[in-house]
């Protein structure tokens, strides 16, 4: 049975479900930021991207001669996860190896999600730690999906994602199979990306090289926004469903798919992560609310 745990600061609010530590809601100025899940358009709101971001070469890798078959983002968003610490701005879910993960990944390791709620913004960190005797590969992001849209009456051309300065960034090209085949200038010398509802009709754009410490979801003409920050992180993805645009998702990730042509091996993928035996990483999103509680 999924369990919700709930908690405020002044006007702000989230709740988080033990599926997953997942952020199922975050509310402020009386509405709700966060895509509610509809399962007829994409039942999820913002899964953790854990031990893999994206999708293994044909669904499987192989470790020390044995075929580990899983799908995309891994598996930590569809597990329970415990809570290990409950205060008064904060919340701390765990989520270590078991039998049913050394099943489809052959590491011990130790996953923390910590949420910290201030009055106007919220701060979520990832903590990877290797628990095993051995280096342990990982990649870890996150996947937020911000509702639209972000105010009444707002067609999906009105918004715009905006970042802190003009960029050049690169775009990783992905095929039709979800895995990477290259690179390609993508918006360069842009500060804002205008949303249409055909803007994702190819699926998700991931950048790198990006410049910025922040990224924000606008209005073109002021208004309401959430701005993300993202320093540090090597991949931006930018990803909603096609057709008429209900959310819009932000994903900082420290990870990338299977090439095209790779060769099934985790030590090999792109942009791996590799830890020694008892060392930890850790990686933190932002979440600030910006336009001065305009209603939406």
Not at 73 to 81: E, P, Q, S, Y
Not at 115 to 136: A, C, G, H, I, W
Not at 224 to 247: I, N, T
Request: aromatic share 10%; proline share 6%.
């Amino acid at each position: 049975m999924t369990v919700e745990y709930e908690m405020r600061q002044g006007s702000l609010g989230i709740r988080v479900s033990d599926r997953g530590a997942e952020l199922c809601s975050l509310t402020a100025w009386g509405r709700e930021w966060m895509w509610q899940g509809d399962p007829a358009v994409w039942g999820r709101h913002a899964p953790t991207c854990f031990p893999w971001c994206g999708r293994l070469k044909d669904g499987w890798f192989e470790q020390d001669g044995r075929r580990y078959e899983n799908g995309a983002h891994g598996f930590a968003r569809d597990r329970v996860h415990t809570l290990v610490e409950q205060g008064e701005n904060r919340l701390v879910f765990r989520l270590d190896a078991d039998g049913d993960t050394l099943a489809r990944y052959p590491w011990r390791f130790r996953l923390d999600t910590c949420y910290t709620v201030r009055e106007d913004s919220l701060r979520v960190t990832y903590q990877v730690e290797n628990r095993d005797s051995r280096p342990m590969p990982f990649q870890v992001g996150f996947h937020h999906a911000f509702a639209l849209p972000l105010a009444a009456g707002a067609a999906t051309q009105d918004h715009v994602i905006r970042f802190e300065r003009a960029e050049t960034p690169e775009e990783i090209v992905t095929g039709p199979e979800g895995l990477v085949s290259g690179k390609r200038p993508r918006f360069t010398g842009e500060t804002e990306i205008e949303l249409t509802d055909t803007l994702f009709d190819q699926d998700s754009i991931c950048l790198t090289s990006l410049r910025s410490r922040w990224v924000e979801v606008a209005l073109k003409g002021g208004g309401p926004a959430l701005r993300l920050g993202m320093e540090g992180f090597p991949y931006v993805l930018l990803w909603s469903k096609p057709g008429p645009m209900r959310f819009v998702c932000i994903e900082p990730w420290y990870g990338l798919p299977d090439r095209l042509d790779g060769d099934h091996n985790l030590f090999r993928r792109p942009a791996i992560q590799v830890l020694q035996p008892g060392e930890t990483f850790s990686c933190t999103q932002t979440t600030a609310l910006l336009g001065g509680g305009a209603e939406g």
